[in-house]
């Protein structure tokens, strides 16, 4: 082999190791127009959602695909925070279709668990105004007090918010101005939620 072989060979080699060490870490190249998937994404799940209407195969993929499964907890951080509003938004209506609830659970879970995690209070209160369901309680369990030492009179609306609901014979649906009861289950779920503020 000459010289000029020899790097080139080497070159390569340190190529694939840094993508094999990429892939390992969950660490992915996002595609140039991935914003726009976003904001494509939950805005077609907004408008199936306000329309109460059953999402497609094909969109549920690609709504998954948007989670990142393959990628690790680090790179759920960076890329949430990088794209936060957006992915506040698709968290938020991927939670109400149940073939999309864990993913946007893990998917948010991951992110909330660094330590330089950011938040909206508009994000839990969101959730937390639905039906409430096992993945919301671990939520809450595992990250409730970034919501609550958010500030006093946040915890004070969270609160509130689960006091209403438990009030109230079920979740409010404002299409048909009827109220859907609430399963034994959902009502031990908002019981527990409300322990934990």
Do not use: C
């Amino acid at each position: 082999m000459t010289a000029e072989e020899i790097l080139r060979a080497k070159a390569a080699g340190a190529a694939k190791r840094e993508e094999r060490k990429k892939r390992s870490e969950g660490i992915i190249e996002l595609p140039k127009d991935f914003e726009e998937k976003l904001q494509s994404a939950w805005w077609r799940l907004e408008r199936l959602h306000s329309k109460n209407a059953r999402i497609s195969p094909e969109l549920a993929e690609e709504v998954r695909a948007l989670f990142l499964p393959e990628a690790s907890k680090e790179t759920h951080f960076k890329v949430y925070q990088r794209y936060f509003h957006d992915y506040e938004t698709l968290i938020y209506y991927a939670w109400s279709f149940k073939e999309l609830g864990n993913e946007a659970f893990r998917f948010w879970d991951d992110a909330l668990s660094h330590p330089g995690a950011t938040f909206t209070g508009n994000s839990i209160l969101r959730i937390l105004g639905g039906r409430p369901d096992e993945n919301l309680l671990k939520i809450m369990q595992r990250h409730g007090k970034l919501f609550s030492e958010e500030s006093d009179a946040f915890k004070i609306v969270l609160r509130d918010l689960v006091d209403r609901s438990l009030a109230e014979p079920g979740h409010f649906d404002f299409r048909t101005k009827t109220f859907s009861p609430w399963t034994e289950r959902e009502l031990e779920i908002l019981q527990e939620i409300k322990k934990l503020l």
